[in-house]
DNA sequence: TGACTACATACCCCTAAGGGCATATAGATC
DNA sequence: GATCTATATGCCCTTAGGGGTATGTAGTCA
């Protein structure tokens, strides 16, 4: 079943943050190690599982991977992403990472397209 | 994060077919072994999973147990509740047990109150 | 070419959890 | 009390997966 595969993507904290980032922005590793403050490996092997279930893509910009969601996304990938992003407003955890994620837009030396789009 | 506990329950397909179905009616285990046509030790076990996280309510009728999704939901609970229950109009295995659940209140031999409210 | 940066992966450990079989329990009925 | 029905639980096996340490790899820049 499609959607219980969704869910498992969906199921661990640290994965439904990146999730959630990744609702507002394109965004590199990096990022997420600033934004999330957990430790590179861990968010790697997080992407990885996203990335193998076809919940996140990958392009390379010079050394920094891209991570997006998928252009092309199935109905219920686009609820349960929709769902999320209203969940996660009321949650201090998840206001607390955007609010970094906006922080470090604000700076002024990052990858030139990352944020763009 | 209170979150990701939801989606934990939600990422089973047995678990996520018993929360679909008590989005329509509480109901009682032999239904479900009816519906789902899952051995009972199964079913069993999922409901015991997700009462142990207040996803679900039981009461006494008689000889059956009855399961219910909690009075009292938070939003976030809610919200997925009914995203569950859009994603599954569009999948033939949901669609299938609402029918076989149709069939099984059509009866006349079901415990009184199952159904009701 | 060599060093550096950004990221991925292999290996290890440990726990959660899913499934099945057998058995226990609780209420109903006789 | 004995039995039946409906449901729960204990035990066992197996796999998935989450976390960490160490190391590999690919592109960049000097």
Redesign the pocket.
């Given at each position: 079943m499609k959607l219980a595969e969704i869910y498992?993507c969906f199921?661990?904290?640290?994965?439904l943050r990146i999730l959630h980032l990744l609702t507002r922005s394109p965004l590199?590793?990096?990022?997420f190690?600033q934004t999330l403050r957990?430790?590179?490996?861990?968010?790697?092997?997080?992407?990885?599982?996203l990335?193998s279930r076809g919940l996140v893509q990958?392009k390379?910009s010079?050394?920094?991977?891209?991570?997006s969601l998928p252009a092309k996304r199935s109905s219920e990938l686009e609820m349960n992403l929709t769902c999320l992003r209203d969940c996660a407003e009321s949650d201090p955890i998840f206001r607390k990472d955007l609010q970094r994620l906006a922080e470090l837009q604000s700076d002024c030396c990052q990858p030139a397209g990352v944020f763009a789009k």
């Open positions: 498992q199921c661990d904290p640290t994965r590199c590793v990096c990022h190690q957990e430790p590179q490996v861990k968010i790697s092997k997080h992407l990885a599982y990335r990958t390379r010079g050394n920094w991977i891209i991570y």
